[in-house]
């Protein structure tokens, strides 16, 4: 049984939401795919098993659609409709992709869906959500990428932005969704409520998240500074031609400048250098840079990576499918499952699912054939759910995890981000930390730009709304606090590598012993076992070993991947998924449980499609840049200024033809290169030419208007100053809050993107350094002011 066993959903989505149907699945959902005669979208998109152009083939379906059932409803005639409100009066959770417009003409409206189910979730994915002048515009996932500021922070200075691997707009969307169902599920089943909950996500706007760490929008507002390409990104290329990624941490300088000692290497480091590693350093004249480029040159991928880890230094291989099939970190821990597809005769490789977790392996079933289940779902309908105390009624699912407490060891941004997700869901989010091992993201700069430790707006994005408790973990009483405190707690949450809180004498069977149904969650970089499982990691480094570095830019150019640390922003949902679903489980009966929620794995599980490819065909992908087998064409094209870039993506022959009156170039509508998708695809780069010829004359907002009033997917590539000023959807992205230490400072955080309609939310800053220490020693502990006296004084508080 699942977390969600006796759960409905109806998936309606199509590639842009699919993923977040799967995680449903995977957590133990009845998820129905409700499709028209032809099939859903996602079993038309490219490329396809064996090559064949087959509903059942393609890798997409294959992979986000696995453990899904499939019904056939026509709902293009009255009996169709009539027979889809029989399934929406029988579901909990309803997903679609429709555009704004053409809600209503679907049968999608709120006001019709309520009427038929009023306890249903509904949630609605689309390109730049229900609101503002681009609500109707069209966007595949370069195109929300382009819009929300991440894609600008990919690739090479004064080179196209490259698109990022693994479908960021849709991932972070989907898994976003998954988060929001689950919070919804979770108000709406507790004991009184009633009433049902729209959910509203942005493709653009769940993109934007994944560009916070390296567009701060306090670089913007405070220092008027646009983070350039590459940003944070890096790749080193070693002896054997190998590349690794990493990262110097001040924290650990004087481990690595040993190593650099010891290898005699040519550029010297002085002890006081240790500044040049700090996040947001200078590139140019760094002399780390130097050092590791003399480092690499003697070293093999491999060894150089090994030798790095002993020095405390981030550093995980850049690796390929070929690499990681064979790794012994990634076939130790069960990454690759083979599932059988009856109807194909064919074993694919799916990775493991990201949500695991909870309730152990996933035990996979192969996509459904089109219509397979039409005729099993009628014969033995779900009887509708219980009638609502009080219809038209709308739940407040921010208010889900009311009375929840959370203890929080987490710290830079994965974690953090994950219990901030907690928070906005009602949760009492309580941040245990510690100086002997201050979070990094307090001692990023002030508006001063001087290193701040409760002004940082990184820190106050990661961290809103939650409490602050500093406390000595190597002090017994400080040990002992913290476990009166988990006593009082729900959930348990780190992000540290394997073993260490079982170190600090606060493993789970500690943490057990004290409150015996606790939910302790584990976000460790790798896996909790297996060669890498003790090495540090960050999010880039991740990034590195999970695949995505090497499916990302263009073939010439080094294997960078995002400008960001991505899975610093997709672990943050599947963190507060798990949580809940977790909490689900306990509070049906299950008890509590600890989970391991690997980063690594869930990171390479975005990859999906492209691994079931490559196990199947035995080729490694090609680096494609900023071009898609389903689009043509589908690029990053310059245009009038400096570095300025427009994302545009023509699928099919009407938009090609409706591209070419545009350009002013209608002969190209018969010019036998172009004349129809393969012939588009063949002489790609001879098209990318003649659009570039285009583009480059004009101003790219101009250019996205003109294309998007002609029904093309287009749009600006934007900047941070673009995202904050310019954008019309996200003029209300930015939230400004006020803070005690400097009431007319200007602190622009990122808002949930999580909305909910009808249902109002407002993000709180971060908390100052131990600002909570006698409020929660006092009124959650009960300790009395003599008591608390004595713990400041015996330097058990920090």
């Known amino acids: 049984m699942g977390a969600l066993a006796g759960v409905r959903v109806l998936d309606l989505a199509d590639e842009s939401a699919a993923f977040a149907g799967r995680i449903l699945a995977d957590l133990g959902a009845e998820v129905i795919l409700v499709e028209p005669p032809e099939g859903g979208r996602l079993r038309h998109r490219a490329p396809f098993l064996h090559g064949r152009a087959d509903p059942e083939r393609g890798f997409q379906h294959l992979y986000f659609n696995a453990n899904k059932r499939s019904a056939v409803v026509d709902r293009s005639n009255p009996a169709g409709r009539a027979e889809f409100q029989n399934w929406v009066a029988s579901a909990d959770i309803l997903i679609e992709t429709a555009p704004v417009a053409k809600r209503e003409g679907l049968g999608l409206d709120d006001a019709t869906l309520r009427a038929v189910n009023p306890r249903l979730i509904h949630a609605s994915i689309t390109p730049f959500g229900p609101d503002g002048a681009w609500r109707n515009w069209r966007a595949g996932d370069l195109v929300a990428e382009a819009a929300s500021g991440l894609l600008w922070l990919c690739g090479e200075r004064g080179a196209p932005p490259w698109h990022g691997s693994g479908r960021p707009a849709f991932s972070m969307a989907s898994l976003a969704a998954a988060t929001g169902i689950m919070a919804a599920l979770t108000a709406r089943d507790r004991p009184g409520a009633s009433g049902g909950a729209h959910l509203e996500l942005s493709l653009q706007e769940a993109a934007s998240m994944a560009a916070l760490q390296s567009a701060t929008p306090t670089f913007w507002s405070w220092f008027g500074k646009v983070p350039e390409r590459p940003a944070l990104s890096n790749a080193l290329q070693c002896r054997d031609g190998g590349w690794v990624g990493l990262l110097v941490r001040p924290v650990t300088f004087a481990a690595f400048r040993d190593w650099a000692i010891e290898a005699q290497t040519p550029t010297q480091l002085a002890a006081d250098d240790a500044h040049w590693a700090e996040l947001y350093a200078p590139r140019e004249g760094n002399p780390i840079a130097a050092v590791l480029l003399e480092l690499a040159a003697r070293y093999d991928r491999d060894d150089f990576a090994d030798r790095a880890a002993q020095a405390e230094t981030i550093c995980l291989p850049i690796m390929d499918f070929p690499s990681i099939e064979v790794h012994p970190q990634f076939t130790t821990n069960r990454q690759f499952v083979p599932v059988k597809n009856e109807g194909l005769g064919e074993t694919l490789s799916l990775a493991r699912s990201p949500v695991d977790a909870v309730m152990g392996e996933v035990n996979f079933r192969s996509a459904p054939r089109l219509g397979a289940d039409t005729a099993e779902l009628l014969e033995t309908p779900k009887s509708a759910p219980p009638a609502p105390q009080s219809d038209g009624a709308t739940l407040n699912p921010y208010s889900a995890l009311n009375g929840i407490r959370v203890v929080d060891f987490c710290w830079v941004l994965a974690g953090p981000l994950g219990t901030r997700l907690l928070g906005n869901f009602g949760a009492d989010v309580i941040r245990v930390e510690s100086s002997r091992r201050i979070d990094g993201m307090r001692t990023l700069s002030g508006p001063d730009g001087e290193p701040h430790t409760d002004l940082g707006g990184l820190f106050n994005t990661a961290n809103a709304g939650k409490r602050s408790l500093t406390v000595d973990l190597a002090h017994p009483r400080g040990r002992e606090l913290v476990l009166d405190l988990v006593a009082q707690a729900d959930v348990v949450t780190n992000n ?202 004009h101003d790219r907002w101009e250019l996205a208007e003109r294309l998007q009033a002609e029904g093309i997917a287009a749009a600006p590539v934007e900047n941070l100053q673009d995202t904050y000023e310019r954008d019309p959807q996200l003029r209300d992205h930015y939230q400004k809050v006020r803070h005690p230490l400097a009431p007319e400072l200007d602190l622009p955080i990122d808002r949930e993107i999580i909305r909910f309609a009808g249902v109002e939310h407002t993000i709180q800053r971060g908390p100052m350094w131990g600002e909570h220490n006698e409020e929660i020693l006092r009124d959650v502990l009960g300790l009395d002011e003599a008591a608390y006296v004595k713990s400041v004084l015996d330097e058990v508080l920090f």
């Not at 500690?510 to 060669?531: E, F, M, S, Y």
């Not at 540090?536 to 960001?564: D, E």
């Not at 489980?585 to 980063?599: K, N």
């Not at 900023?626 to 589908?634: E, I, K, L, S």
């Open 496 to 697: 540290f590598r394997p073993g260490a809180l079982d170190r600090m004498g606060l493993g789970y069977a500690a943490l057990r012993a004290r409150k015996p149904d606790i939910v302790l969650l584990n976000l460790p970089g790798t896996h909790p076992q297996g060669p890498w499982s003790q090495r540090p990691t960050t999010g880039n480094a991740v990034m590195a070993a999970s695949g995505l570095n090497q499916l990302m830019g263009f073939p010439h150019q080094r294997p960078r991947g995002y400008g960001v640390a991505y899975a610093d922003f997709t672990s943050p949902y599947l963190l507060a998924t798990c949580v809940m679903a977790a909490l689900r489980v306990r509070d049906q009966g299950g008890g509590g449980r600890e989970m391991d929620l690997s980063q690594l794995s869930a990171t390479f599980s975005l990859l999906g499609p492209e691994w079931m490819q490559y196990a199947q065909t035995r080729q490694t992908p090609e680096r494609s840049a900023n071009r898609d087998a389903n689009a043509c064409p589908h690029g990053v094209f310059r245009t009038r200024g400096d570095d300025a870039w427009l994302a545009l993506a023509a699928e099919g022959d009407a938009d090609w033809r409706k591209l070419c009156a545009l350009m002013d170039r209608p002969e190209l509508v018969e010019d036998p290169r172009f004349e129809d998708h393969p012939t588009r695809k063949a002489n790609e780069d001879e098209l990318d030419a003649i659009v570039s010829a285009w583009t480059s004359e």
